[in-house]
Each structure stands twice: as C-alpha cells, then as structure tokens.
C-alpha cells in the first residue's frame, strides 16, 4: 500500500494539478479547495503569492486592477523536516492523512515507475540538489542528496503551460 503522502506527490507529479487546482488557478479557486488559512505576501503590485504552509500559489498581474493570472504553485516538501505535519494544509490532511517529516525519493520515483509515469533528469541546478521533470505535465521534482540523507525529496514545482 501506497503512504498516503507518497500517493498525494505521486499525483502531483502526475497531473501537474494539486487536488482539482491547476498552476493557472486564480485566487478565489484555491481559496475556494484551500481555505483562508494562509499568509498572502506581495513584492509589488504586480505579484502575490500564498503560503498554505508546504504549498504555496503565485500569481502575476500587467498592472495594479487588473485580474490576477496563475503562474505556478510549489510544494517545500523539504519544510516538512523542520515543522512536520503542521505546515501542510488541512484539507491536505484531512484528504492525504499524515504526512512524514522527510521523504524518500527513491520510493517515490517507484510509485511513479509503477504508474507508467516516467522522470527525466535535467542537469544539476546546485551541489547536493538532483533535478528531473516530468514530461507529460511539466511538473520539476528536486531531491536533495547530502551526509544526513540519501536522497529526500526538497520540491515538487508545478508552471503554468
């Protein structure tokens, strides 16, 4: 049986949607599955984005009045190390059950084998940080390697198409 955490990155990774929410969601659309439970911060009068905790939702905007348009959402999988389930949302938990505090990679990716779901690596962004991308849904997946950890899973991003 798949964690439940694992099947929820599994979908991510998968969809490039978290729940039914693509990147390209505007602001009522996340509140309306995530809640108000979150920290709306701002740049400028031209970017905004929410911090739900391990996910967050950014927008963009051509000028002050107008709509905002979705750009991508981030899950900081790596947040979860520092403090545990209490930085994911609770609708997450409430659909997802708990979720661990650091996460194999490695059981992931073969979750993802098994579903047919295949990850390509890119190259390396940094020291310690393997990146791959998920063709299908654009989604990139970040690990860490370092001496604590063999290889944790840091973040999944999701881009507007």
């Given at each position: 049986m798949t964690p439940h955490s694992l099947a929820f990155y599994a979908d991510v990774i998968t969809t490039g949607k978290l729940l039914c929410l693509e990147p390209s969601a505007t602001p009522d659309e996340v509140t309306a599955v995530l809640g108000t439970d979150c920290a709306?911060?701002?740049?400028?009068?031209?970017?905004?984005?929410?911090?739900?905790?391990?996910v967050e939702f950014h927008w963009l905007r051509s000028a002050p009045g107008h709509p905002w348009e979705g750009h991508h959402f981030t899950l900081h999988v790596h947040r979860l190390s520092y403090w545990g389930g209490s930085?994911?949302?609770?609708?997450?938990?409430?659909?997802?059950?708990?979720?661990?505090?650091?996460?194999?990679f490695t059981k992931l990716r073969r979750i993802l084998e098994r579903r047919g779901v295949p990850?390509?690596?890119?190259?390396?962004?940094?020291?310690g940080i393997d990146e791959f991308r998920q063709p299908a849904s654009g989604v990139s997946v970040m690990s860490e390697r370092g001496p604590r950890q063999a290889s944790d899973l840091y973040t999944i991003h999701s881009p507007m198409a």
């Open positions: 709306e911060n701002s740049l400028d009068t031209t970017t905004m984005w929410r911090d739900y905790g391990m930085s994911v949302n609770k609708t997450l938990r409430d659909r997802y059950g708990r979720f661990a505090r650091r996460t194999d990850l390509i690596q890119v190259p390396q962004p940094a020291d």
